[in-house]
């Protein structure tokens, strides 16, 4: 089992940044393959944004590329999100996940077992 709790969430301004962190327990690098964030706005379907494979390579979506960065730190045990010149339409609760296989279907909540809580993201 692997536990994840997602923090750095808060409000900001538009254009402003904010660098969301997801910690995971030991275990992680037995069973995961990729890492993903999703975010989720009221009334609205939850949404993959990024994901990074064990390798590294990394995926977004459309509406955050060039503007967030996913990363990881393995010696941490922990995932990064930063996300940078945000707009109002970024407010959400974001969520990071962990799947046993790989990233090809990343977009696809369902391909991900492990879920935080999620952490709120706001933007005025």
């Known amino acids: 089992h692997v536990q994840l709790v997602e923090s750095g969430g808060g409000s900001v301004q538009a254009g402003g940044s904010l660098r969301l962190s997801c910690r995971f327990a030991?275990?992680?690098?037995?069973?995961?393959?990729?890492m993903g964030w999703f975010r989720q706005a009221p009334g609205k379907q939850r949404e993959g944004i990024a994901a990074?494979?064990?390798?590294?390579?990394?995926n977004y979506a459309d509406s955050v590329k060039g503007r967030f960065t996913i990363s990881q730190d393995n010696a941490k045990n922990t995932l990064y999100l930063q996300l940078t010149s945000l707009r109002p339409e970024d407010t959400a609760m974001y969520y990071c996940?962990?799947?046993?296989?790989?990233?090809?279907?990343?977009?696809?909540?369902?391909?991900?077992?492990?879920w935080g809580q999620g952490t709120q993201v706001t933007v005025s």
């Open positions: 996940a962990a799947s046993r296989r790989g990233c090809l279907n990343w977009v696809q909540s369902t391909t991900f077992r492990f």
């Open positions: 030991t275990g992680y690098s037995a069973v995961t393959l990729c």
């Open positions: 990074i494979n064990r390798r590294g390579t990394t």
